[in-house]
């Protein structure tokens, strides 16, 4: 797939568009003599046409999605819960999310139009691909992706704004009047799940070898568990919203048969037997959870190859092989970090359980207040960087993060500290590479996984416990990822009720999947973003003086949320271009 990426600058100016009603995209432009027989004339040329539409596969889980040219910004992790956005002088959705100030006019319009736009190019490909010179196998295999593809995007708009406008095979220009009633979201959740289902069956279910990276039959079966999931959940499945928005946003009438229909999802890919989790708790405890996001880095931090510790992805958004914007994003100021990625907030470490799989405020956890980093959940240590984590710096192979204010062994508090660097006393250390600081020059591989066996396990779990309750293989789903977490002992509770599993399935959720773009949505789903983003969220101060060290629980920001943010408002000029396009309720 990487290997085309050069072709793809050829000709993408000529494969953007903004919005599926502007002029043909392929027309001939000043900057290239292609055109759309020329394109699909020639293999090589068809080929990364295909692969342009999966450079954008992963926008909507960019952990810097709301920056733009001229500032640095976090992702749907710095717009709910789980961690502090990084201030500057421009306004960006996050900072609207969590002010409650979200606005149609306002609003990025990204989130509409570059779905739009590769939909339009899966329909450009799909029309010409009969008589592209491909063999009939690739013919087959590029359909089956597109296809794939097309259904990803479709999800996308799903989950920023309910049913949307479905334009199926069609190809529309400037001239033509382009319908823009939206479908419901029976008829949106049905088409994607159609469209999943006709390219399984094009599709090896785990493409290798030189086609690793490109869709296969189990990201289609893995996006078809995360979409009925997302349909059975109590925001969708019995919508509370008044006519026409009812049918718009979800079911009109609730039906426990979709928790099964999400359950048969997930136990499909499970039965599959082509993915499982990566478990090394021999290197370190959790090594596994550390390793999947850095397959391919080198011998030198993953000490398995890249088939090995990749077993569990299955898809992901692939990137260059030599660079750090990952660790530029998250890292601490004395790591050359931009501050963008965000810095998460105290009620997201307190998340974490205990290494013996206890919750903190369980009086048998062994949890102490005067040394909280201690004896936590392995994810913990790679997810949060807290005052005196050691990261590498520059040529320094291991050097402590000094986040307190005061003096410790000498040395005065400096840039990464409280108030100086970060405003919750944390930062993020998910999906850094241990081996490069951001300001070695040195690079490392920045794929990035967009679905994980992990989070197939847990849609798994929670549907079952939803239609079945907690038996014996809810348990083991939920199990399964707390041992390759290294927890021990890594078993539930026996005995749990239905309402105490779900609770330890959204807790082990939360900590699994933190920092991946699915908080955001979760809470939504379920129904309780009005507790979860309507709060004031904490930071952590350290005070140390000599091998005295105080600490003090401190407010952040106090999170706003309105009824309105469970969807976002489709952009202005869609509704102001298409009257009857009908605008989501409260905006």
């Known amino acids: 797939m990487k290997t085309y990426i050069q072709i793809v600058v050829i000709f993408l100016t000529i494969s953007t568009v903004v919005s599926c009603s502007e002029e043909n995209f392929l027309d001939q432009t000043v900057t290239t003599d292609l055109d759309e027989s020329t394109v699909f004339a020639d293999s090589t040329y068809t080929t990364a046409f295909l692969t342009d539409i999966y450079t954008q596969i992963g926008f909507a889980s960019d952990p810097d999605r709301f920056s733009n040219l001229f500032v640095t910004a976090g992702g749907l992790q710095t717009a709910c819960d789980e961690s502090e956005l990084h201030t500057t002088s421009t306004i960006t959705a996050d900072l609207q999310f969590v002010t409650g100030t979200m606005n149609s006019i306002s609003v990025t319009e990204r989130p509409w139009n570059l779905p739009y736009a590769n939909i339009r190019k899966v329909n450009r490909l799909l029309k010409n691909l009969p008589n592209t010179p491909l063999s009939d196998f690739r013919k087959e295999r590029f359909e089956g992706e597109a296809r794939f593809l097309r259904a990803w995007y479709y999800a996308d708009l799903l989950k920023h704004y309910g049913g949307v406008p479905i334009v199926g095979d069609t190809i529309y220009t400037a001239d033509d009047e382009i319908p823009a009633l939206r479908n419901s979201y029976e008829e949106t959740v049905g088409y994607i799940i159609a469209e999943c289902d006709a390219a399984a069956q094009l599709l090896e279910v785990k493409p290798t070898g030189r086609q690793y990276g490109r869709a296969g039959a189990g990201a289609c079966m893995a996006l078809k568990s995360r979409v009925l999931l997302y349909a059975a959940s109590p925001l969708y499945n019995g919508s509370s919203y008044a006519d026409p928005y009812n049918e718009l946003l979800g079911y009109p009438t609730a039906d426990q048969e979709r928790w099964k229909l999400a359950m048969e999802a997930a136990q499909a890919v499970i039965n599959s037997g082509a993915y499982e989790l990566y478990v090394d708790n021999e290197t370190e405890p959790g090594f596994g959870f550390y390793a999947i996001f850095n397959a391919g880095s080198g011998s030198n931090d993953v000490n398995a190859t890249p088939a090995e510790v990749t077993v569990g992805t299955i898809l992901e958004k692939q990137a260059t092989n030599d660079g750090a914007q990952l660790e530029q994003l998250f890292n601490p100021p004395s790591r050359n970090g931009l501050g963008g990625g965000g810095y998460p907030y105290q009620q997201t470490v307190e998340a974490f359980p205990m290494e013996n799989g206890l ?229």
């Open 359 to 587: 919750n903190i405020d369980n009086p048998s956890s062994g949890y102490n207040p005067n040394s909280p980093y201690n004896n936590r959940d392995p994810r913990f240590y790679n997810s949060i960087v807290y005052d005196q984590a050691v990261l590498p710096q520059g040529t320094t192979d291991q050097a402590p993060v000094n986040i307190y204010l005061g003096s410790y062994n000498g040395q005065p508090s400096g840039q990464d500290a409280i108030y100086s660097g970060t405003p919750t006393g944390y930062y993020i250390n998910k999906f850094r590479n241990r081996n490069i600081s951001g300001n070695g020059g040195i690079g490392t591989n920045q794929n990035r996984p967009l679905i994980r066996y992990a989070e197939v396990l847990l849609n798994y779990a929670e549907a079952r416990n939803e239609y079945v309750g907690p038996d014996d293989q809810v348990y083991q789903a939920i199990e399964a990822i707390r041992e390759r977490a290294g927890l021990v002992p890594f078993e539930l509770p026996s005995g749990l009720s239905q309402d105490e599993m779900r609770e330890f399935i959204r807790e082990e959720r939360r900590v699994e999947l933190m920092f991946e773009a699915h908080r955001f949505w979760d809470v939504r789903r379920w129904n309780i973003a009005n507790e979860t983003e309507d709060r004031m969220m904490k930071g952590m101060e350290i005070t140390r003086d000599g091998n005295s060290v105080e600490f003090n629980e401190i407010d952040v920001r106090q999170h706003v949320f309105r009824e309105a943010q469970y969807f976002w408002p489709i952009p202005y000029n869609e509704i102001a271009k298409s009257p009857e396009l009908i605008q989501n309720p409260n905006y």
